[in-house]
């Protein structure tokens, strides 16, 4: 057994040597199963990564090329073109990030409150409720009668709101928090009520503090789709300053893809692919960066509320 202070005296290669002989110590049986286990997770990293590590390299390939030599091998141009393209992506990209705090907030918020109750054994009209929510996860009114009313009936077209309230609180989500609920000790619900607590400040007071794994879990999906909605300003939306960052990088990789097949040479088709890239990138890099942050809770509130209740 080597103390902490004698650990730290250890050289690079000694520390090396005992971290392999603690990983693939034991029986021959042992090691054969580690050395095998290791090995398909380093292949399953390997097939995962690799089209993350295609997408960057492409994305920096340089436009300058010589009799189809590349003289600059790497280079910025395809991000400086989606940065600082005609298309104000500056706006869509903040017009994106309110629509993914605000409707995100909302979705949970609505998605809570709406669990809540469900998850409580004496409501009158459970079962109801309870089936009615699951036939709308199960069966949809069909895009056409949904765009007459966001039309017509709401007329949220061509406005933030439409962005917010699509989705606001889905089914699944709810069974999920339910389920969640469900497994809080009921013996906290009881003390809570003896103590004078209305039904309000127990949701406040007891549920919502012991439901963060779930109300992370579910603010990261959410919080996904808003980030990649695509079809919402395709349909709703007629404003271009309005769109989202989704949208206006479709329509630069529709430019880009024109460009080239006008037949812009050779340094203009590979500008083109490497845009494409780029725009994936800048697309995927918020959420990548967000999800490092909740990820510790994203398998616990999964578990839990999917078995529990």
């Known amino acids: 057994m080597v103390s902490g202070e004698n650990l730290g005296k250890l050289t690079f290669r000694q520390r090396v040597k005992r971290t392999c002989k603690r990983l693939f110590g034991g029986t021959g049986k042992e090691r054969a199963f580690n050395i095998t ?49 005609s298309e104000s992506i500056l706006r869509t990209f903040l017009n994106t990030v309110f629509v993914t705090i605000f409707g995100t907030a909302f979705a949970v918020a609505l998605t809570t409150v709406g669990a809540y109750p469900l998850s409580r054994r004496n409501l009158k009209g459970r079962q109801f409720f309870l089936g009615y929510i699951l036939v709308t996860m199960l069966f949809s009114g069909g895009l056409i009668p949904f765009y007459l009313l966001i039309r017509n009936v709401l007329q949220l077209t061509d406005s933030y709101w439409v962005y917010i309230l699509i989705g606001g609180a889905g089914a699944f989500n709810v069974f999920i928090v339910k389920g969640y609920f469900q497994g809080i000790s009921e013996e906290l619900y009881e003390a809570a009520a003896l103590d004078g ?36 300003g395709l349909l709703y939306i007629k404003s271009s300053d309005k769109l989202l960052i989704q949208n206006t990088l479709r329509g630069m990789l529709s430019k880009a893809s024109n460009t080239s097949g006008m037949g812009g040479g050779s340094d203009q088709m590979a500008l083109s692919e490497s845009i494409k890239m780029a725009a994936v990138v800048v697309s995927l890099i918020p959420i990548m960066c967000v999800y490092p942050f909740v990820q510790k809770y994203f398998t616990k509130g999964v578990m839990l509320g999917s078995v529990k209740g």
């Open 37 to 85: 286990l290791y090995a398909v997770f380093a292949l399953f990293l390997v097939v995962m990564l690799s089209p993350f590590a295609y997408v960057i390299v492409e994305s920096l390939k340089s436009k300058e090329l010589v009799n189809d030599v590349p003289t600059q091998i790497w280079g910025f141009a395809a991000y400086q073109a989606v940065l600082g393209g």
């Open 197 to 232: 607590a209305g039904e309000f400040r127990i949701f406040v007071s007891v549920y919502l503090p012991l439901s963060k794994p779930i109300i992370a879990t579910i603010a990261l999906w959410i919080a996904v789709g808003k980030w990649n909605d695509y079809m919402t």
